[in-house]
Every structure is written in C-alpha cells, then in structure tokens.
C-alpha cells in the first residue's frame, strides 16, 4: 500500500469510528484525527471530496458504510 492509500485508508478508518461515535464529543475526536490524515496527503493528491468532509465533518454515506 503506497504513502497515500495508506493515509487515505486511515481517514476513511477515521470518519466510520466518527459515524458510529456514542456521542458528539467522541465524533468530534474521530474528525479531527480523519483531518490530520488528510493534511499528511501531498496537496496534489487531496480530493475536492476529501477537502469538503475535511472542513464541514460531514462523511459520505455510500462510502462509509
């Protein structure tokens, strides 16, 4: 698994532990680590989607699950 799968992979690990959190508290920490996995992707290779759910928490359904 190269650098960038592999920071996307525990992203996506990130926002399915935040989707699933108990609470709001537990959501926010699982965001925020997903966006520290974000940022370690070069800029190049940062999707429009992965910027948006960076900024708005906000996870895709079709993905997550």
């Known amino acids: 698994m190269s650098y960038i799968d ?17 609470n709001d508290e537990m959501k926010q920490r699982w965001l925020e680590v997903a966006e520290t996995w974000i940022d370690m992707l070069p800029e190049a290779q940062v999707t429009a989607k992965e910027v948006l759910m960076a900024v708005s928490g906000q996870e895709d359904s079709t993905t997550l699950h």
């Open 6 to 22: 592999n920071c996307r992979a525990h992203a996506l690990h990130c926002l399915r532990k935040a989707y699933d959190a108990p």
